[in-house]
């Protein structure tokens, strides 16, 4: 892992949707969107900068969590201080999800018997992390702090752009801890109940893209892998099922498990987008031939092609694996206004993703399911999604239709989804 300053955003190389974030998100802007300004606005001053310890957005309830009894939980770790101007993966993301829950009355302050927001929590520590990681990377990382306090920001080579700043090390300490402490809460409340609530891990860095010996494409450790590991060895929770819906291959994350008979990773993503893995044929190898399903689809994919690769592809492949835990790399990157891909998934898409895996987890593995926020780089599609996946959590209508726009969706691509589906499902046997 070789480290050096980062120059300006537009001379990063090695990802051209990095490259075009400026100029496509104009067009997408004058496309009849816009971001709140509240999403800039003062209101991000809840989430504040590591100082040595977790982070995380308040919400305002002051009554102690009760996860058991609620619907949904969810942890935040924004990252406020793992910043670099202009680029897509910015602090402004999870303030924004964590305001539109605010004003859609989705926090503890309003539904305080549904929803719960975990307190502060105990970071992830380096042993947690090498279970997924090498140590070479794992330390290598925590050393090069001091450079990052010495040069503001510095430049990760070779892993499509990925940044790093003096507090990049501990805040991805916070995230990859609240997703732990999700699974703890969700495993814990299902051992009383027969419908837990349904957790969110609202975090920053992402993680899907990092690779066990370093980072890559904005994620710089491997949340929901660390998470998966730690639900074997703590909670004995022994067969995972993971679904990645990301715009973008979760190449971290399958590389983690790509010979692991015991964890199934099934990735939906843009057919030849970065990283330009995830192909059909890569199913897994030695004991894990067969526990990785890549389905790449067409760009322009939208509504119609996930809600029949949902049914035909998604739910078959759980109900034969029958896992004990669901967990989600849930990616809103794959809207038709995230400006990094060519999909154009609905806020309604995403709520019947949200729906569909909740009633799924139920059925399979005892309500036992946790999301972690991954892409999802256009602030208003992204929080709005974010918050009708939570509706979709608690069993109430979808607000869809009062933020898309029909008339700027075009015809889906259906007969290469359905050539691309038919042949997943013959290798695979479904």
Not at 188 to 203: G, K, M, R
Not at 241 to 260: C, K, L, M, Q
Not at 308 to 321: G, K, L, N, S
Request: proline letters at 7%; glycine letters at 10%; aromatic letters at 8%.
């Amino acid at each position: 892992m070789e480290l050096r300053t980062a120059p300006r955003a537009s001379s990063l190389p090695g990802n051209a949707a990095f490259r075009g974030w400026n100029r496509v998100r104009s067009r997408r802007n004058r496309a009849g969107f816009r971001l709140d300004s509240e999403f800039g606005g003062a209101r991000r001053g809840r989430c504040s900068p590591v100082t040595g310890g977790p982070v995380r957005c308040s919400s305002g309830a002051e009554e102690p969590p009760r996860p058991a009894a609620a619907r949904v939980i969810y942890g935040v770790a924004p990252a406020m201080g793992h910043n670099q101007e202009s680029h897509p993966e910015s602090h402004f993301r999870v303030p924004a999800i964590v305001t539109a829950l605010e004003k859609m009355e989705l926090t503890p302050k309003v539904r305080s018997d549904d929803i719960v927001e975990l307190p502060t929590v105990k970071p992830a520590s380096v042993d947690d992390l090498l279970h997924v990681h090498t140590r070479a990377y794992v330390l290598g990382l925590e050393k090069a702090m001091d450079k990052a306090s010495d040069k503001g920001i510095i430049y990760i080579e070779g892993s499509g752009p990925t940044y790093a700043t003096a507090t990049t090390f501990k805040e991805s300490l916070v995230a990859a801890g609240v997703g732990m402490a999700l699974v703890d809460s969700v495993v814990d409340a299902s051992s009383i109940t027969q419908n837990p609530p349904t957790a969110f891990a609202l975090i920053r860095p992402p993680g899907h893209h990092a690779i066990p010996k370093g980072p890559m494409g904005f994620c710089v450790f491997g949340n929901i892998a660390i998470a998966a590991r730690y639900a074997q060895r703590v909670h004995g929770l022994k067969r995972i099922f993971i679904i990645d819906f990301d715009v973008h291959h979760g190449n971290g994350t399958s590389d983690a498990f790509y010979d692991d008979p015991d964890i199934f990773f099934l990735s939906t993503h843009q057919d030849g987008s970065y990283p330009g893995t995830g192909k059909i044929d890569e199913i897994g190898v030695a004991d894990g031939e067969g526990t990785t399903l890549n389905l790449p689809l067409p760009g322009g994919s939208g509504d119609i092609a996930m809600r029949t690769v949902f049914d035909e592809v998604i739910a078959p492949c759980a109900q034969r694996f029958n896992p004990d835990i669901i967990l989600v790399s849930a990616g809103y990157d794959a809207h038709v206004l995230d400006p990094l891909a060519s999909l154009q998934f609905t806020t309604g898409t995403y709520y019947a993703l949200a729906s569909n895996i909740k009633q799924l987890a139920k059925e399979l593995c005892g309500g036992r399911c946790v999301f972690f926020l991954e892409g999802g780089y256009n602030l208003h599609s992204l929080s709005y999604s974010v918050a009708d996946s939570f509706r979709a959590f608690l069993g109430e209508p979808s607000l869809a239709s009062k933020f898309d726009d029909p008339a700027i969706l075009y015809e889906e691509p259906l007969a290469k989804v359905k050539q691309a589906i038919q042949r997943v499902k013959q290798l695979h046997s479904l």
